[in-house]
Nanobody, 124 residues
Framework: QVQLVDSGGGLVQTGGSLRLSCAAS????????MGWFRQAPGKEREFVAA????????YYADSVKGRFTISRDNAKNTVSLQMNSLKPEDTAVYYC?????????????????WGQGTQVTVSS
């Protein structure tokens, strides 16, 4: 079991920045990667970014490349998502997740543990 607590959402104007954080506890050693996903009203949950605990290149959705940066702190078991140049279309509930199935870290189905979600609202 992995427990995740995500935080850091809020209301920001277009072009602003926010930093999301995810604190992980439990069997994090069994996790292949940590990911961030988002879900806007009426839409399916979609991949945003992912990073492995062991290193390697992070993964990003095309829509956030160059604006968002995912990072991890292995000692603290935390994963962060720095979001810059925010746009109204970034408005969604953002979820931290732990990948417990082998496969592409960009797929929702690979993740078995989820945080409670944090709301990000970007005003125009």
């Amino acid at each position: 079991q992995v427990q995740l607590v995500d935080s850091g959402g809020g209301l920001v104007q277009t072009g602003g920045s926010l930093r999301l954080s995810c604190a992980a506890s439990g069997r994090t050693s069994a996790s292949y990667a940590m990911g961030w996903f988002r879900q806007a009203p009426g839409k399916e949950r979609e991949f945003v970014a992912a990073i492995t605990w062991s290193g390697g290149m992070p993964y990003y959705a095309d829509s956030v490349k160059g604006r968002f940066t995912i990072s991890r702190d292995n000692a603290k078991n935390t994963v962060s998502l720095q979001m810059n140049s925010l746009k109204p279309e970034d408005t969604a509930v953002y979820y931290c997740a732990s990948q417990n199935l082998r496969g592409s870290p960009t797929r929702v189905a690979m993740y078995g543990y989820w945080g409670q979600g944090t709301q990000v609202t970007v005003s125009s």
